[in-house]
């Protein structure tokens, strides 16, 4: 099976949820951020996602050199990343899996 149609039902679940929880929360993302940074236990949780979204970032950029694409065309996924990290590559996979590799 293809990794968007294996990509496509968690983005669209995440993305529900996500967009649903930012909606009732008492509180903007950036205090939540700083909230989960103010304690050891749940920052050692949010650095370990910011380094798999890192990789995540990296991957996407070698599959846009792959492809052929330019890395301007990647950015937008990392800036997805960046704020909502799972997003990100599973727009990616969704979107860009549809490509076929240039040559």
């Given at each position: 099976m293809r990794a968007r149609y294996l990509a496509l039902p968690p983005l669209m679940a995440f993305t529900l949820y996500t967009g649903w929880t930012l909606l009732i929360t008492e509180q903007s993302l950036l205090a939540f951020g700083l909230e989960l940074m103010?304690?050891?236990d749940?920052?050692?949780?949010?650095?370990?996602?910011y380094l798999m979204a890192?990789?995540?970032?990296?991957?996407?950029?070698?599959?846009?050199?792959?492809?052929?694409?330019?890395?301007?065309g990647v950015l937008p996924y990392m800036l997805i990343t960046?704020?909502?990290v799972s997003i990100g590559p599973l727009l990616y996979?969704?979107?860009r899996g549809a490509e076929r590799k240039k040559g």
């Open positions: 103010s304690r050891p749940t920052a050692q949780v949010v650095v370990d996602l890192a990789l995540a970032c990296m991957w996407m950029v070698t599959d846009t050199r792959a492809r052929g694409g330019a890395l301007i960046l704020v909502f996979l969704v979107i």
